[in-house]
């Protein structure tokens, strides 16, 4: 159920109004011309259709909502802000985004491609350069280079249960917690699996624990990444689906290369000993 959350006749909807929200979908009203700065950092949103008078979207206004899945923007949108709509890790759709804006800000989808890879001016699909293949505008360079720091994984038999901390790409994990809110520090295995049941998570749902369960990590320090999993795992196809999850791409992430470890052990060297 959609919740009128603004008033009638409101213009604008002021910088850091709404952080955290715990509401899934919000109805604004038509007339709301601008949204500020932060306005929704952090919300619980789904699903956001934003009114046909919106022209501005403001630095970070919809930042971090994890959960938001679809976006309809108006077509008269006039400028997008840097980082408007980054971190958002489920989004999956994108409607209404005009071929050549030219009013999209520095990273304003950044991870967006990460789980389309699909160009968001047209909806085709991306090729293996990451061209949109009707040759629409490169969206490279607006949906931002992502650096992943850490990331863990569990193999339930058909799918990947994940957990990943992301940094900008400087590779400085201080960035992401301090723009997007998120940890800077990533658990074992069995300490981010807790985590995950003691939050509620549906991907861990009936499962008391991940004993059995192929698992690996994935490491990125400045330009070379390295996926530790088990043996169990090292097969093209699962192989595919953990870099296509973590976004392992090179031109995507910027990287020198990818290094795939299976030897059984869990066991990594630290970025010194790699030398």
């Known amino acids: 159920m959609c919740i009128h959350l603004v008033p009638e006749g409101t213009r604008w ?10 509401l899934e979908e919000i109805s604004l009203p038509e007339g709301l011309e601008e949204i500020r700065a932060h306005a929704f ?9 934003l009114p046909s008078t919106v022209r501005k979207i403001g630095f970070g206004a919809f930042s971090a909502c994890d ?19 980054s971190e958002c890790e489920s989004l999956r759709t994108v409607w209404n985004m005009q071929k050549g804006s030219t009013g999209i800000g520095d990273r304003a989808f950044y991870e967006y491609r990460l789980k389309n890879h699909r160009c968001p001016y047209c909806g085709a699909l991306l090729n293996r350069g990451d ?30 249960i ?14 992401s917690v301090r ?17 995950l049941k003691n939050a509620g998570d549906p991907r861990v749902k009936g499962m008391d624990s991940f004993d059995g369960m192929p698992r690996g990590r994935v490491e990125i320090y400045g330009f070379r990444a390295a996926v530790y999993l088990h043996p169990d795992l090292n097969r093209p196809e699962i192989v595919k689906k953990i870099l296509n999850e973590f976004g392992l791409h090179k031109r995507m992430q910027g ?8 030897d059984g052990s869990m066991h990594y060297r630290t970025r010194d000993e790699k030398r």
Not at 162 to 175: S, V
């Open 13 to 22: 909807i002021p910088r850091n109004q709404f952080p955290n929200l715990e």
């Open 41 to 49: 950092h952090c919300c619980k949103l789904r699903r956001l259709v």
């Open 67 to 85: 959960l938001l899945e679809e976006v309809t923007l108006p077509e008269g949108i006039e400028s997008i802000g840097p980082l408007a709509f």
């Open 131 to 160: 061209q949109c293949s009707a040759h629409c505008a490169d969206p490279y360079e607006w949906t931002g280079s992502l650096r992943l720091y850490k990331g863990l994984f569990w193999w339930d038999g058909t799918k990947l």
């Open 162 to 175: 994940t957990e990943k901390i992301h940094c900008l790409p400087t590779g400085k994990p201080a960035y």
């Open 179 to 195: 723009f997007f809110g998120k940890r800077d520090s990533l658990g074992s295995h069995a300490e981010e699996w807790t985590r």
């Open 255 to 262: 990287l020198d290369g990818v290094r795939i470890v299976s």
